[in-house]
């Protein structure tokens, strides 16, 4: 597996934007799917974005299409989460996850590698 660090999160007004950051390190970042999750207070864990090892293929969840853009850096082992337009409906803990599988980096199944979480609040 590899390990994942968030960074990026804090309070944002409604309409603003942040970007997350996901450092990787372990194993070769290069070769993983990798994609967000997010957790909002008494809710499930949900879906946001995944991006192939490449970046040739993304995808997101409706909720957040057109407002957050995720991509890749290889050369620097990191992912992220542009977010942008945020609403209060986007508070939440913000999860880094990777896996060799870019199915599974979509599901979110607990065997793959999350990192640690990033706390995004957004204010009205």
């Known amino acids: 597996q590899v390990q994942l660090v968030e960074s990026g999160g804090g309070v944002v007004q409604a309409g603003g934007s942040l970007r997350l950051s996901c450092a990787a390190s372990?194993?070769?970042?290069?070769?993983?799917?990798m994609g967000w999750h997010r957790q909002a207070p008494g809710k499930e864990r949900e879906f946001v974005a995944a991006?192939?090892?490449?970046?040739?293929?993304?995808y997101y969840a409706d909720s957040v299409k057109d407002r957050f853009t995720i991509s890749r850096d290889n050369a620097k082992n990191t992912g992220y989460l542009q977010m942008n337009s945020l609403k209060p409906e986007d508070t939440a803990v913000y999860y880094c996850?990777?896996?060799?599988?870019?199915?599974?980096?979509?599901?979110?199944?607990?065997?793959?590698?999350w990192g640690q979480g990033t706390q995004v609040i957004v204010s009205s």
């Open positions: 996850a990777a896996d060799n599988s870019l199915r599974a980096v979509r599901t979110g199944p607990d065997s793959i590698s």
């Open positions: 991006i192939s090892w490449s970046g040739g293929s993304k």
């Open positions: 372990g194993r070769t970042f290069s070769s993983y799917a």
